[in-house]
Nanobody, 127 residues
Framework: QVQLVESGGGLVQTGDSLRLSCVAS????????VAWFRQAPGKERAFVAA????????YYADSVKGRFTISRDNGKNTLYLQMNSLQPEDTAIYYC????????????????????WGQGTQVNVSS
């Protein structure tokens, strides 16, 4: 059973940066497609960024392109999300997710394609 634990969320001001981390245990992290999703109050969970384990392709939601960077350290079983130029609309709970049954599809995954989820970390961006 794969476990994912996020950390790094917090309260920041507009324009600030944060780096989220997600540590995986109980599985073969290097063979999983991985992704970040977020869920704002009253909204559905939405794709943010993803990294395929074959070839290392990365995908981003249009709303975060150029500001967020997804990366992984397979030696540390850790997924990262570097978030720069944060805006109030980035306020949400951020979840990391892993897909064991296949890699990340071109363009990014949907939530239903992911097999394992972390508990989430809250990011609040004040204006």
């Amino acid at each position: 059973q794969v476990q994912l634990v996020e950390s790094g969320g917090g309260l920041v001001q507009t324009g600030d940066s944060l780096r989220l981390s997600c540590v995986a245990s109980g599985g073969t992290f290097r063979r999983y497609g991985v992704a970040w999703f977020r869920q704002a109050p009253g909204k559905e969970r939405a794709f943010v960024a993803a990294n395929a384990y074959i070839g290392g392709a990365t995908y981003y939601a249009d709303s975060v392109k150029g500001r967020f960077t997804i990366s992984r350290d397979n030696g540390k079983n850790t997924l990262y999300l570097q978030m720069n130029s944060l805006q109030p609309e980035d306020t949400a709970i951020y979840y990391c997710a892993a897909r064991a049954a296949g890699d990340i599809d071109y363009g990014g995954p949907t939530p239903t394609q992911m097999d394992y989820w972390g508990q989430g970390t809250q990011v609040n961006v004040s204006s």
